[in-house]
């Protein structure tokens, strides 16, 4: 997993500890937040553009606690959303990729812009929605939670330190997900159908192209005198990227096997 650093209101932090890591992730300190990896402090006030993210967001504190995150406009500084909690990614890739590997942290886009009411998917209970935070006493400690409401308005209560377990719901359609009930093995049951249909899908795919490599396609003739002079009547000027695109595809086109390839451009 990315190594990340964790944001939500309420949350009570070391200031300076965390401008350090910001650097440490490869942000650049500004007098003012104007494009990704950009960062300022004002007083309590500190203004981040993370990686990922369409907007900076401006991080408020009251003392050492987070009042409020929202986004805002660089342009005119104008507040437009509020957030529960922001995951700030690091710019550095190649040190996101050395500590992928060897640390538990979140996924990519779990809780980019996680907002109360959104779904969520806890990894063994299923689909739940997000109703914010709360502070649980355990042996005379306040520590923050997670809660999420599944059927029949159960609730979930999921200990920070286990926010690895939890996903935003990302869906490609617009109907509403079924809520999961705790205490059943619906969520298992969910899970074990995908694995087999996924596993079912891996071996049609790999079938397929063993079935492409197996066979013999038409081959076409190299280019002719005519063909040459026929392209050289073209009146523009070609990009590098487009006589690399028309020579591999001639070289597809000679070949015997079957052309496998998306040509896509622009117009």
């Known amino acids: 997993m990315f190594k990340s650093l964790k944001l939500y209101t309420d949350q009570v932090i070391d200031l300076e500890p965390v401008l350090s890591e910001l650097v440490d992730f490869g942000y650049k300190r500004r007098e003012k937040v104007s494009e990704e990896s950009d960062f300022s402090r004002r007083g309590g006030i500190i203004d981040v553009f993370p990686f990922a993210f369409e907007l900076p967001i401006r991080i408020e504190l009251d003392n050492d606690r987070i009042s409020s995150i929202r986004s805002f406009n660089p342009d005119t500084g104008e507040p437009l959303w509020e957030h529960k909690i922001v995951i700030i990614l690091p710019i550095k890739k190649t040190r996101a990729l050395k500590t992928a590997a060897i640390t538990e942290e979140l996924p990519l886009s779990s809780f980019i812009d996680l907002k ?60 509403r997900p079924k809520l999961y009930r705790l205490g059943t093995k619906e969520w298992q049951r969910a899970k074990e159908r995908a694995r087999k249909g996924i596993q ?49 595809v001639k070289l597809d086109m000679e070949s015997d096997r079957p052309m496998d390839r998306l040509l896509c451009g622009d117009v």
């Open 116 to 175: 109360i009411g959104d779904y969520v998917v806890h990894n063994d209970y299923g689909i739940g929605r997000f109703l914010g935070f709360q502070k649980i006493k355990k042996l005379d400690k306040l520590s923050d939670h997670l809660v999420i409401e599944y059927d029949r308005q159960e609730k979930l209560y999921v200990p920070v330190e286990s926010m690895h377990l939890v996903q935003k719901y990302i869906a490609f359609h617009v109907r």
């Open 200 to 248: 079912k899908l891996a071996w049609e795919l790999l079938s397929l192209q063993a079935m492409r490599l197996s066979s013999v396609g038409f081959t076409f003739a190299k280019d002719t005198e005519w063909q040459g002079q026929f392209e050289g009547t073209f009146p523009y000027k070609e990009t590098p990227d487009q006589v690399k695109a028309a020579q591999e």
